[in-house]
């Protein structure tokens, strides 16, 4: 299993070179782009139960979100790869032919709870790790990056009291991945310790957290896990 979990992409060339070494330098690839995490949304109380919400596509945005597309699947042409769009909204059949026919799954960054939301509509849940397991290679970052770990929730779930909130990632990888996004000074790092061990206090939670900042990734190459990239590389 290959993966490359980035906190904003190959913004540094020690990740793009982990990149190539993943695909053996070759460009002659085909790559899927799920990107729905991305999507303009807005997050609306549900009708039914106001503490509940759902999310909402603001349509005035699309056109937006679609130039960005193209200009970035011409990005990775231009490097000879070909690329399709895998939008989790679509048939769910359709998608999973898509994702069999790849090399390469690239997820972006976005709303990890709405990627979460898709990922489990779309049964990509069901497939995803045996695709990985196949040999295809799993990359990109933030949300992207953190579908694949046991939990989603690790900044914001409370088991005190949302004990029905759906958290619980893909689980593709056995750590959790937490990006930082410019965070790295130390109140972070402590705040994050604090919150770790207040859900220690409260329930099984044994998984080692990576911090990653921008320009770092964790590189998974089989049993082989890496935390690589510019900085000081921190976990807890």
Not at 101 to 119: E, T
Request: charged share 30%; no cysteine; aromatic share 12%.
């Amino acid at each position: 299993m290959k993966l490359l979990l980035t906190s904003n992409g190959l913004s540094d060339p020690s990740l793009e070179k982990a990149f190539l070494e993943m695909t053996n330098y070759r460009t002659d690839l085909k790559m899927a782009w799920i990107g729905t995490a991305g999507d303009p949304i807005e997050w609306v109380p549900d009708g039914v139960d106001k503490k509940s919400f759902t999310a909402k596509l603001i349509p005035e945005k699309l056109e937006q979100q679609e130039a960005w597309w193209n200009r970035y699947r011409e990005k990775w042409e231009a490097k000879g790869y070909r690329v399709i769009n895998a939008d989790l909204k679509e048939d769910p059949a359709v998608l999973k032919e898509k994702l069999q026919s790849v090399d390469i799954i690239n997820v972006g960054g976005g709303d990890v709870n709405y990627l979460l939301d898709w990922a489990k509509k779309s049964q990509l849940d069901s497939y995803l790790k045996e695709l990985l397991d196949r040999g295809v290679v799993y990359m990109w970052g933030s949300a992207g990056s953190m579908l694949v770990n046991p939990d989603i929730g690790f900044t914001w779930w409370n088991p005190e009291k949302w004990s029905t909130s759906d958290h619980t990632g893909l689980w593709v990888v056995d750590f959790m991945f937490q990006p930082l996004h410019w965070e790295s000074d130390e109140s972070t790092v402590k705040m994050l310790t604090e919150r770790k061990l207040y859900l220690q206090s409260l329930l099984d939670y044994p998984w080692k957290i990576f911090l990653v900042k921008d320009g770092q990734a964790i590189k998974v190459d089989g049993d082989t896990i890496e935390h690589i990239g510019v900085g000081v590389k921190k976990s807890i």
